[in-house]
């Protein structure tokens, strides 16, 4: 299994930007994708982005332009920078890690954080 701790969730006043970070530790070899989701209260969890192992990123097509999803593979760490943050965008973000190809459905993901929380006001 893989750990994963994501770091730089905060509030931010709309119009603003954040960065999330994700560092992997554990068998970082063997996961083929790393991706990031997002759950609002009462809401299921929403896939945000996904890049491949080697390198290729994927965003949703709601979030292209706002959001970018990047890796620096040295230091086994995800990123996503969100640009013109909307109060809509408010949620908890969850980075996960999967062993096979990349999926939108969260159900597919074998690893998971603890979750970060954006705030968007």
């Known amino acids: 299994h893989v750990q994963l701790v994501e770091s730089g969730g905060g509030s931010v006043q709309a119009g603003g930007s954040l960065r999330l970070s994700c560092a992997a530790s554990?068998?970082?070899?063997?996961?083929?994708?790393m991706g990031w989701f997002r759950q609002a209260p009462g809401k299921e969890r929403e896939w945000v982005a996904h890049?491949?192992?080697?390198?290729?990123?994927v965003v949703a097509d709601s979030l292209k332009g706002r959001f970018i999803i990047s890796s620096d593979d040295a230091k086994n760490t995800v990123y996503l920078q969100m640009n013109s943050l909307k109060p809509e965008d408010t949620s908890v973000y969850y980075c996960?890690?999967?062993?096979?190809?990349?999926?939108?459905?969260?159900?597919?993901?074998?690893?998971w954080g603890q979750g970060t929380q954006v705030t968007v006001s």
């Open positions: 996960a890690a999967r062993w096979s190809r990349c999926s939108s459905d969260w159900r597919d993901w074998d690893d």
């Open positions: 554990g068998l970082t070899y063997s996961r083929n994708c």
């Open positions: 890049i491949i192992s080697d390198g290729r990123p």
